[in-house]
């Protein structure tokens, strides 16, 4: 296994250019996408579609790895693979206006 050098200086830092945008839109490469503000997660059943879902906590044990399953509130699937979506803030506020949540 190759090891590894310490930090580098950047290529947009080594050209002159003033920041990662810059660089990105000077030689044609995308620029680093990073996302603002908060993002709130949506786990979902993959059998219903609904988001009433909740962590098995019965016969769960810290020491033996316990609470990796899901249930669906709503069909009563059981299961590890349950879908997660991520929203941003305005996606999640708009979320909860449909769903009739009540938000402070």
Do not use: H
């Amino acid at each position: 296994m190759a090891k590894k050098n310490k930090l580098s200086t950047p290529d947009w830092i080594r050209e002159g250019y003033e920041s990662p945008a810059e660089y990105a839109k000077a030689t044609g490469k995308s620029s680093p996408s990073k996302k603002t503000g908060k993002s709130f997660t949506i786990r979902k059943c993959p059998k219903c579609g609904s988001d009433d879902v909740g962590l098995v906590l019965s016969n769960s044990d810290a020491e033996q790895g316990g609470g990796k399953e899901w249930k669906c509130e709503k069909c009563k699937w059981v299961g590890t693979d349950v879908e997660k979506e991520e929203l941003s803030e305005e996606e999640f506020m708009k979320y909860l206006d449909n769903k009739g949540e009540e938000v402070a």
